[in-house]
């Protein structure tokens, strides 16, 4: 899991009463945004034709979001190689609103993720601009109406992977998601359109429990607030869950980890937090942090082709995490003496990342490319010294394992992955003097 996945309260504020009134702040803006939403999606009413007993599994069409995106990449492969998927239309923002644009982007962000960006010239992907915040999706009324009389699925994954941001700056994501909502209702398929959502295990960030975290919904919103993210993918949830009571549409919310790089070139952003960890740890603090417990991280192609067939689960919530966790020391000690570096415990490394910190300023000032790199995890300091990393929340998987036959055989990671990932680092410079 990742540090994007953890609680952070900051220590001087636990147990006492300013962490309270913190957590009810949360807890009361996180509620108001699910009340001021549902109103919408309760307006909505049903679709037009109930639900069959069963959907088709053949000739989907699938509305796919975020296709630029590192996991939309992979989805918008992995959808387009599906036999039974018979058309994908992948809606993404793109500020000029020339789908031109929005091709050159794609061809970029394939390539970047070792995709191939042959694969837009398929007659099965159509690529559609959208505003996600307008009516109708921004599209004009014949397009929409062409999604709303065709798709059968809904992948929502479009969303800001911003972690320092506070639940208010993910509003436009909520009301997004109200009219990914709108569309599925609209849908002229028997029971709507079904959504997918790809949520995220930051919200269950504050689970505390001492046994694993079922694959139900979150009634407690204490147990999602902690950083914006996971409270506005907890609202998110809330939104789907209505949708599904009230509206009677078939809704998936996916609670999905860490991704890694692909399983066969490696390709992990160099803007996530872990690269940012390796690179600090190579160019600033000169060792890596060791630390107990496992991690459950999953290849984001594996996760891709996971999705796809959780897309024909008619389960609310399903987890997404490997089946096969390993100790994150038996992975770091992989990254360390492939990068020749020491391990340290946690704490002490968090002191070097300190002093690091605090020289920051003059990092910046002297633009020194020996840090370079660095300034992903430098940002992300407070994430690292208040969290840890990742959560130790052990999920239950008994409902993804039977959705997905590609969950069950995903492996664990292993010596050659960290390989692959350092490789591609390199490639992009980020390891680099
Ligand atoms: N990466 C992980 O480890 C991880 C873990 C758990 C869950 N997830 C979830 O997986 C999904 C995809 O993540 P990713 O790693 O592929 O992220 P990514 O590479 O940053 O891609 C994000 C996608 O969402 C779009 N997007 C970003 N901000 C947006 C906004 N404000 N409004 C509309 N669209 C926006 C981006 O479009 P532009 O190209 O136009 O910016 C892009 O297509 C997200 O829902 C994320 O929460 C990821």
């Known amino acids: 899991m990742s540090i994007t996945e953890t609680t952070i309260l900051a220590p001087e504020e636990n147990g006492n009463d300013k962490r309270q009134a913190v957590l009810d702040a949360k807890v009361a803006a996180m509620k108001e945004m699910v ?33 630029t995106g590192r996991l939309g990449c992979h989805l918008l492969a992995q959808l387009a190689e599906d036999p039974q998927v018979k058309h ?28 191939e960006p042959t694969l837009l010239r398929s007659s099965k992907i159509t690529l559609l601009v959208c505003n996600y915040n307008q009516e109708r999706l921004g599209l004009d009324e014949d397009t929409y109406e062409r ?3 065709s798709a059968t699925s809904i992948i929502h994954n479009a969303w800001r992977l911003h972690l320092k941001a506070p639940l208010s700056e993910f509003e436009p994501l909520i009301a997004s998601l109200r009219n990914i909502v ?13 959504i997918v959502f790809v949520s995220s295990v930051s919200v269950l ?21 902690a950083i914006g993210y996971g409270e506005s993918k907890w609202v998110a949830e809330q939104l789907l869950l209505t949708a ?17 790089g692909d399983s066969r070139i490696g390709a992990w952003s160099t803007k996530e937090w872990l690269p940012g960890l390796v690179a600090i740890s190579l160019k600033v603090v000169g060792a890596l942090p060791d630390r107990e417990g496992d991690i459950n991280w999953l290849p984001v192609d594996v996760a891709a082709k996971v999705l796809v067939e959780m ?7 399903l987890h997404l995490v490997s089946p096969r966790p390993v100790a994150c020391t038996h992975i770091i000690t992989f990254f360390a003496s492939r990068l020749k570096l020491p391990l340290m415990p946690y704490q002490g490394w968090i002191e070097r990342l300190h002093t690091a910190v605090k020289a ?11 840090k370079r790199g660095a300034g992903v995890a430098l940002t992300l300091f407070e994430l690292f010294r208040d969290g840890h990393l990742g959560i130790d929340v052990v999920l239950s998987l008994e409902r993804a394992l039977k959705a997905s036959p590609s969950l069950a055989r995903a492996k664990s990671l292993d010596e050659e992955d960290v390989e692959r990932y350092i490789a591609y680092w390199q490639k992009t410079g980020l390891l680099s003097a």
Not at 311 to 317: F, G, I, K, Y
Not at 361 to 367: E, L, S
Request: proline share 5%; glycine share 10%.
């Open 35 to 67: 009340a001021k939403y549902s109103q919408d999606i309760l307006s909505f009413g049903k679709p037009h034709t109930p639900r069959t007993s069963e959907t088709s599994q053949t000739g989907q069409i699938v509305v796919l979001t975020g296709s």
């Open 88 to 115: 994908i239309y992948a809606l993404n923002r793109e500020a000029s609103g020339d789908v031109d644009a929005l091709f050159t982007r794609h061809t970029m962000a394939l390539g970047e993720w070792g995709l």
């Open 147 to 149: 999604l709303a009389g």
């Open 182 to 194: 709108g569309l599925a209702v609209r849908s002229s398929r028997p029971g709507g359109a079904k």
């Open 205 to 225: 960030a504050n689970f505390t429990t001492m046994s694993e975290a079922l694959e139900r919904p979150i009634t407690d919103p204490c147990i999602a607030a």
């Open 244 to 260: 599904r009571e009230v509206n009677g549409i078939d809704t998936t919310i996916v609670r999905v980890g860490q991704l890694t």
């Open 311 to 317: 897309m024909r689960s008619n389960e609310p919530v």
């Open 360 to 370: 920051q300023a003059q990092v910046q000032a002297d633009g020194s490319s020996k």
